[in-house]
């Protein structure tokens, strides 16, 4: 990424699978450079399960945290997740809190996020909390508890991953990750339900997914694979780079 090495990155994320659709190269680089990476799913992602409908809600919910944690492991991440109904979220103080908890527990320098134009409100809404909670997260003021966390020096930069798949999204940068994309496809194969319930549903799996939009955003920037984010150009997110970007 074009600025300068980063300690602590939090990659916020609605549903389980989605930040390895969407901004798992990325971290696989950031994790070759040293950079703690942590990935929290804001819903349960109990209402995956399109291949198989009938299966319990806290079944599908239990399943996909398995896949996530392993996923997660593999990368060498720690993954959170904070439980909010899938298809069903909405922006609470709670929620907040507990997201901004997450970026002062983590010391997070670098919060990835999901496009306020995504395609459904679960990406939406957990993007506004986002949103919210890395500017609560530098709030000394606000207590949260427990346990009882100092809150950080600064508000963590701020940039939203891509969307599904790519519409009303329009590139600040681009990440070249055609060295990751085999692991990046290779890790998103171990969400075994994903693979099955986009297949039953769209017509196209989690890496058929990843395939096509690394290449376009590759091709839009003249590599093989990319993954495309953008700035969020607001006080106090947006942060001065120290050299111009290659």
Not at 84 to 90: R, T
Not at 199 to 205: A, G, L
Request: charged share 20%; net charge negative.
């Amino acid at each position: 990424m074009p600025h300068p090495r980063i300690s602590s990155v939090v990659a916020v994320e609605p549903h389980p699978d989605d930040v390895e659709i969407l901004c798992l190269g990325t971290l696989l680089k950031l994790k070759q450079e040293g950079t703690r990476l942590t990935i929290v799913c804001v819903t349960n992602g109990d209402k995956g399960s399109g291949s198989q409908p009938d299966l319990p809600y806290p079944e599908v919910a239990a399943m996909r945290f398995r896949e996530a944690s392993s996923v997660a492991a593999a990368l060498g991440a720690e993954f959170i997740n904070l439980g909010a109904q899938d298809e069903y979220l909405y922006d609470t103080p709670e929620l907040r809190n507990a997201l901004a908890a997450v970026f002062r527990r983590a010391k997070a320098d670098v919060v990835l996020a999901p496009s306020p134009h995504c395609y459904q409100t679960d990406h939406t809404i957990a993007s506004e909390i986002a949103f919210q909670a890395t500017h609560l997260s530098a709030l000394p003021q606000l207590r949260i508890t427990p346990p009882a966390l100092p809150a950080l020096p600064s508000a963590p930069a701020m940039y939203y991953y891509d969307t599904l798949p790519g519409l009303d999204f329009e590139p600040s940068f681009y990440v070249d990750i055609s060295g990751q994309m085999a692991r990046k496809q290779e890790l998103a194969r171990m969400h075994t339900s994903q693979m099955a319930s986009m297949k039953s549903q769209s017509d196209w799996d989690l890496v058929e997914a990843i395939e096509v939009l690394g290449r376009m955003r590759g091709l839009q920037s003249g590599t093989r694979y990319a993954e495309a984010f953008r700035l969020c150009a607001r006080y106090p997110r947006l942060k001065a780079w120290t050299q111009f970007p290659a």
